[in-house]
């Protein structure tokens, strides 16, 4: 069954463009593209797509629609994916969508777009109940944050090794295993992680999210 999908765009040349490379796969269907965010929300009340591709900003402001548009369907159709393009590589904006979870969002530089391949794994990825964010924006994570402040300096070595595993996507099953701890003392550390880096009282599908990613733009800092 096709993949079908809601675009969201104001500039017409890129929405038409966006909307036939997605037509050329045939197993992705374009419902409907919009030009802002109130017939982005209009399109998804009347197609019930599979997911949203939105760019992050659109009338009637032109600042942080595709956000907003995600926040709202996080309430109204809460299985339903969205996937944000955006030319920002500011990591706020990705921090921003996933403020309630990573569940079902995504979070992609529009240079990606001209990969369709890599566009249309992320809009399944996302239709599916992953999360998919574009790399770069680590790096955004690192120009941002100064390794001397970095809240991980807070972790203790065992709690660093653990927050490495998890980057590595490892449940805390796996994780016990490469570091022949138990699954009970995973859970300790990885409570112990999360608390020292404020993330407590998060979701916690988003808040390993926020650790790997701060976990990442150090090393990458390196």
Same mark, same amino acid.
């Given at each position: ?10 500039? $017409? ?8 490379? %997605?037509?050329?796969?045939? =197993? ?11 017939? *982005? ?5 009347? #197609? ?5 591709? +939105?760019? @992050?900003?659109?009338?009637?402001? #032109?600042? =942080? ?10 309430? +109204? ?9 955006? /030319? ?8 921003? *969508? ?6 079902? !969002? ?11 391949? /890599?566009?249309?794994?992320? *809009?399944? #990825? ?9 790399? &770069? ?7 941002? !944050? ?5 809240? *991980?300096? /807070? %972790? +203790? ?22 570091? +022949? ?8 550390? @990885?409570?112990?992680? $999360?608390?020292?880096?404020? %993330? ?12 790997? &990613?701060? $976990? %990442? ?6």
């Amino acid at each position: 069954m096709a993949l079908r999908v809601v675009m969201a765009e104001d500039n $017409f040349l890129i929405r038409e463009g966006v909307r036939e490379l %997605l037509a050329s796969d045939p =197993d992705v269907e374009v419902v409907a593209s919009c030009g802002d965010l109130d017939s *982005l929300l209009e399109a998804v009340a009347r #197609e019930k797509p599979d997911v949203v591709l +939105t760019d @992050i900003r659109m009338p009637p402001t #032109e600042s =942080d629609e595709g956000i907003r548009a995600a926040e709202k369907l996080r309430d +109204t159709d809460p299985e339903l994916g969205v996937v944000v393009l955006s /030319q920002y590589d500011e990591p706020h904006y990705a921090l921003a *969508l996933l403020e309630r979870g990573a569940r079902g !969002r995504g979070y992609l530089l529009k240079q990606r777009v001209s990969d369709l391949d /890599q566009l249309v794994a992320a *809009l399944r #990825e996302v239709s599916r109940g992953g999360s998919v964010i574009d790399p &770069l924006i680590v790096e955004g994570l690192v120009a941002a !944050r100064s390794k001397a402040s970095s809240p *991980l300096d /807070q %972790l +203790t070595a065992r709690e660093r090794e653990v927050l490495s595993e998890m980057a590595q996507g490892k449940n805390n099953a796996a994780i016990a295993a490469a570091l +022949t701890l138990t699954e009970r003392a995973i859970e300790r550390h @990885i409570n112990a992680i $999360f608390s020292k880096l404020g %993330l407590s009282q998060e979701k916690d599908v988003h808040r390993r999210v926020k650790a790997v &990613l701060l $976990f %990442l733009a150090e090393s990458s800092s390196v």
